[in-house]
């Protein structure tokens, strides 16, 4: 009988990119219900445009410009970005600029690096960054939710991020009394971006992918405990900043620590690195949120760790099998 040669690993432990990618979009779906009933017909028109948008901009530049004889947008990378895109988007924000977002996403993050596994950046923080540079007023446009019926015309209000940010530059501790409850916060809505609508439903997603093993504990952990510990501190120092429960529930710091520091190919590889990256996560967003240019700061925090992740994974190398230290 002929030996049958082939390269490690040997044994497959049935895992696949799409068993994870599909993974991580069944988890989104308790915050997606959630997306849908606070924000109604805007909600649906963003996430479904931002996932269409993302699909087709691969597909054309795998078939007409890389040439690809492999058919990459079944694998549900793209299908994931468009949807984490959409929720970290406002539900008010037109279609063109939903569409180069996604062109963004897909064409500067993920393909341009050549395609899923080879990116250094979440691609669709990419192009969330990028849009938030290129249009603030749209982007920093917040429906209130409840507005079932409304896309375009919608009634805006500040969002928790802001009155912190307010509280903050003025030293007036009385835009905290406008804030929700960290309990509201925490199970209910507030105008933002339409990942931020429920704490509960992030987590909730967070539990289900641990429990299928798509993701550790480790970042996401690390990051929440981090802010939690750090705004914590600075809340007993000065009134001026806010309860660390009411920050740890408010902006996209439960989706971008369960579902976007996680992201495979940006994080680092090793146990000892995860913690090292989630806590430098947090440490960036409480900077950026408090003292940087802009009211959120997980977006600039993950992207920023990103590029440090192949010195983590330098750094934090696991031990070679049989190797014993000088």
């Keep these: 009988m002929k030996p049958i040669i082939s390269l490690s690993p040997h044994v497959h432990g049935g895992d696949s990119v799409s068993r994870n990618m599909y993974g991580v979009c069944i988890a989104l779906v308790p915050a997606l219900l959630a997306s849908l009933w606070f924000f109604g017909l805007g909600a649906v028109v963003v996430l479904l445009s931002s996932v269409l948008f993302c699909v087709c901009f691969e597909w054309a530049i795998s078939t007409f410009i890389l040439k690809s004889p492999r ?14 895109l959409g929720f970290n988007l406002p539900s008010n924000l037109p279609l ?17 690096f050549g395609g899923l596994g080879c990116n250094p950046f979440n691609p669709a923080l990419v192009g969330r960054v990028f849009l938030l540079i290129s249009f603030p007023v749209q982007m920093t446009s917040w429906p209130q ?26 030293g007036d501790t009385s835009y905290l009394n406008q804030l929700p409850s960290a309990f509201q916060l925490f199970v209910g809505s507030s105008a933002g971006s339409l990942g931020e609508v429920s704490a509960l439903l992030l987590l909730l997603g967070a539990v289900f992918m641990i429990w299928r ?32 429960l009411v920050v740890l529930c408010s902006g996209g710091l439960m989706l971008g620590a369960c579902f ?5 190919v940006t994080s680092p590889m090793t146990t000892r690195g995860q913690l090292i ?22 977006s600039f925090a993950i992207l920023t760790m990103n590029a440090f992740t192949p010195l983590i994974n330098t750094y934090c190398k696991p031990k070679r099998f049989g190797e014993v230290k000088k």
């Design 71 to 84: 058919l990459t947008i079944c694998d549900g990378s793209a299908i994931l970005t468009g949807l984490l």
């Design 96 to 112: 063109w600029i939903v569409a180069i977002g996604a062109l963004v996403a897909i064409g500067i993050g993920k393909m341009t």
């Design 145 to 170: 939710p409840g507005q079932l019926a409304s896309y375009i015309d919608v009634q805006t209000g500040a969002t928790p991020l802001s009155l912190m940010k307010a509280a903050i530059v003025s």
């Design 213 to 244: 093993r798509i993701i550790t504990w480790h970042i996401p952990v690390s990051i929440l405990a981090t802010v939690a510990f750090v705004s914590g501190l600075m809340h007993l120092a000065n009134p001026v900043y806010a309860n660390p």
């Design 260 to 264: 976007m520091a996680t992201d495979y």
């Design 277 to 298: 990256y989630g806590v430098c996560i947090g440490l960036l967003t409480i900077v950026i949120r408090n003292w940087g240019a802009y009211p959120e700061g997980m």
